[in-house]
């Protein structure tokens, strides 16, 4: 397949030579054959010239649910891949939230077979204990053998030092990477929202910031004694960041995430109490959501990611103590992020992270294989449940207003560009 990209602007801030530049670019069986100001070709290929277009290397999303197996009814793999692609993204890492949880090197293999062929990269995280339970350590070795890129209990703190010790130092054997949710579940308790004013003014059983902070400095505590590679995923906090900072500064290999929606919202919007907004960890203040906009700029924060959890209706529209928390993001990650950092800081941020995976480092220069996402960063619109391609519909930001368009992916010698 010949693809032909007319009059696209780079936005690589890697690439010092297109960065910010207009070109043409000929893409041929999937690899980057052409880029100049103009290129005319003969013969048969497709055509791709669009209002505004940018192009970036493909975005990567850090954390990511599906369903299947076992709740098919939310999201199956193939169709929530093409979610993926159609929002912009060639690469997601899978969350170990199906049922049964993937402990085991086959449950990996079933992972990797579902996504052959399709347009994005799955690649799937194994649970780090047996059925998620925190008890035993799963098949690590045999799971990394099998394509997993680290090991998540999904959404579960890591209760038992102990067990968190051996896994990182067993991990140090063949470069695993351990997940800890940072989560205490001694202080959290039964809350459920950020321990605020606005908390108590709403009768809902608080979550403070120090659950999470507790178990931040304890992870990292054990990071310095046993050495390995740490990350922590969806953090929340102004505090969190700056534990962090000072544990990169001393050398450790520890890296974070924070949730788009975690640094767009306060627990401001709960006053209506709407379960679209209950998430885990909690939408905080303000104080800490820029404290994390802040450690995003200086890279003491990783990578961003959508955080995307679908569930059923019947999950979220209920009354807000017995909903589930979750929301879908993959749709609006990119529109979000773009009103809240200048273009170029959005693609870095939505491009870092394949490294810490041990994935392919990719290039958009000649000879480089195509792995590209196309887009309009100027065009504002409001996102309505008709934007929603996923098949579960829990998502906070409908009816919220979106700065840039997706136009698709180009990606394993395919594509999926919208008219």
């Not at 394509?147 to 209990?153: E, L, P, Q, S, T």
């Not at 108590?200 to 659950?211: C, D, H």
């Amino acid at each position: 397949m010949k693809i032909l990209i007319k009059s696209a602007k780079i936005v690589d801030q890697t690439n010092r030579e297109l960065h910010l530049k207009k070109r043409d670019i000929l893409i041929r069986n999937g690899i980057i054959e052409k880029i100049a100001p103009k290129i005319e070709e003969t013969g048969k290929f497709q055509l791709i010239e669009k209002k505004n277009l940018h192009i970036s290397l493909g975005w990567f999303d850090s954390s990511v649910s599906f369903g299947e197996p076992g709740y098919e009814e939310r999201e199956t793999i193939a169709h929530g891949l093409d979610v993926a692609a159609r929002s912009g993204f060639t690469d997601i890492v899978l969350n170990p939230n199906t049922n049964p949880v993937p402990d085991s090197s086959s449950d990996i293999v079933f992972f990797k077979n579902a996504a052959k062929g399709c347009l994005a990269n799955l690649h799937p995280l194994g649970a780090l204990t047996v059925k998620c339970e925190g008890k035993d350590l799963a098949e690590l070795y045999d799971m990394k053998n099998a394509g997993a890129v680290g090991y998540y209990d999904f959404k579960r703190p890591v209760e038992n030092s102990n067990l968190l010790k051996i896994a990182l130092q067993y991990v140090q054997n063949f470069d695993g990477l351990v997940y800890s949710f940072p989560l205490n579940k001694n202080i959290s308790g039964k809350g459920i929202v950020n321990e605020s004013e606005v908390s108590t003014r709403l009768g809902l059983k608080g979550l403070p910031n120090i659950s999470e902070e507790l178990q931040v400095q304890r992870d990292l505590t054990l990071l310095e004694y046993t050495g390995g590679k740490l990350h922590i995923p969806t953090i929340s906090t102004a505090k969190s960041v700056g534990l962090i900072r000072a544990a990169k500064k001393n050398g450790l290999d520890v890296s974070c995430s924070v949730a788009v929606h975690n640094l767009f919202l306060t627990d401001s919007v709960l006053e209506n109490f709407d379960s679209s907004f209950k998430v885990m960890p909690p939408l905080r203040t303000k104080t800490d959501t820029e404290a994390l906009i802040t450690g995003l700029k200086e890279g003491v924060v990783d990578y961003i990611c959508s955080d995307h959890l679908p569930l059923n209706i019947e999950e979220k529209h209920r009354e807000f103590d017995n909903a589930t928390p979750g929301s879908i993001g993959l749709e609006t990650a990119f529109g979000i992020s773009n009103r809240l950092f200048e273009l170029p800081t959005v693609i870095d941020l939505l491009t870092r992270g394949r490294e810490r995976y041990g994935l392919e480092t990719i290039r958009l220069s000649e000879g480089s294989r195509a792995s590209l996402t196309l887009f309009d960063p100027d065009k504002h619109w409001v996102f309505n449940e008709k934007d929603i391609y996923s098949t579960s519909k829990n998502c906070m930001f409908v009816g919220a207003e979106l700065k840039g368009l997706v136009y698709g992916i180009i990606n394993n010698g395919q594509m999926n560009i919208r008219e």
